[in-house]
């Protein structure tokens, strides 16, 4: 059965891998961004997301690119707190959400998954952590405005559900998304550990959050939820269990952590989607 799926924020880094498995697995996939991307599989619309009328055709169908979609993957943001000043960075992602939520529930699309953030659970770490392995049950924690606009995304997520109890809404948490070439970087942590403890030395590959994706948009159960998306292992040869010690001494530790054990747990994810992540950067380049 042909399905169509709109995939906002296609051309960026995270967008080229999940456009790349969904047609893999079969979906036809509408781009929708500013800029056009590489992969032409996919039909390329220009759009912007802070302009709910732009949004609102783009889902429910443009000429010949479709006649509406079935579901809707939700990626376009200013990426990160450092990209934009705060203020630009919450109006354009927080408006952009919005208007994607709003477009969906009036077109009654009622699958929809959408990148959320690791931001949530206390990043950039100026204050420890609640506790490692940090995981989904870590009360929100917004420190910086990038993740405070996360958080009302999140909230205005279990609102459109509430209102629409057929409506499934997926916040998937990612973590620091490296793709393939990226990996080349990884060497140079070793002489600066202090600079990746943003995040707990914490990452996720491209192509494993695609993946991701593809378990959120299968995931059956209606209602919003999240889930913590992260590689297993630390970007470090040296263990996760040192590393704390070094920077966040006093931080108590609920579940053994083994070697280069990540510290953030995907149980959740693994437990309730199915996904576990299967690449690791020690697979693409030499431990230095």
């Given at each position: 059965m042909d399905r169509t799926v709109a995939v906002t924020g296609g051309s960026g880094k995270l967008g080229r891998a999940v456009v790349a498995?969904?047609?893999?697995?079969g979906w036809t996939v509408a781009n929708f961004d500013r800029v056009p991307?590489?992969?032409?599989?996919?039909?390329?619309?220009?759009?912007?997301?802070?302009d709910y009328g732009q949004v609102v055709e783009a889902f429910s169908?443009?000429?010949?690119?479709?006649?509406?979609?079935?579901?809707?993957?939700?990626?376009?943001?200013?990426?990160?707190?450092?990209?934009?000043?705060?203020?630009?960075?919450?109006?354009?992602?927080l408006l952009s959400t919005f208007h994607v939520f709003q477009a969906a529930r009036l077109l009654k699309i009622r699958n929809l998954v959408w990148a959320s953030s690791e931001t949530l659970l206390g990043y950039p770490f100026t204050t420890p952590p609640a506790y490692v392995p940090l995981d989904d049950d870590v009360p929100p924690t917004p420190e910086v405005v990038y993740?405070?606009?996360?958080?009302?995304?999140?909230?205005?997520?279990?609102?459109?559900?509430?209102?629409?109890?057929?409506l499934k809404m997926i916040g998937l948490r990612f973590s620091n998304v490296i793709d393939p070439d990226g990996y080349a970087e990884f060497p140079s942590f070793e002489n600066d550990p202090a600079s990746r403890k943003w995040n707990l030395w914490s990452y996720i590959d491209a192509?494993?959050?695609?993946?991701?994706?593809?378990?959120a948009l299968e995931y059956q159960t209606p209602g919003f939820d999240s889930f913590v998306i992260a590689n297993s292992d630390n970007v470090m040869t040296r263990s996760s269990a040192?590393?704390?010690?070094?920077?966040?001494?006093?931080?108590?530790?609920?579940?053994?952590?083994?070697?280069?054990?990540?510290?953030?747990?995907?149980?959740?994810?693994?437990r309730l989607l199915g996904w576990t992540p299967?690449?690791?950067?020690?697979?693409?380049?030499?431990?230095?």
């Open positions: 498995v969904l047609i893999e697995q991307s590489p992969d032409t599989r996919a039909r390329f619309i220009r759009t912007d997301f802070t169908g443009i000429d010949e690119v479709h006649s509406g979609v079935d579901a809707v993957v939700h990626l376009a943001a200013i990426p990160g707190a450092t990209f934009a000043p705060n203020v630009t960075t919450f109006d354009n992602n993740a405070m606009a996360k958080d009302l995304e999140e909230r205005m997520a279990v609102h459109y559900c509430r209102w629409d109890p057929q192509r494993d959050g695609a993946q991701a994706v593809v378990r040192d590393l704390m010690i070094e920077f966040f001494p006093d931080t108590e530790f609920r579940a053994p952590v083994d070697g280069t054990q990540s510290l953030t747990s995907t149980e959740k994810a693994q299967q690449h690791t950067w020690r697979d693409q380049v030499p431990s230095p």
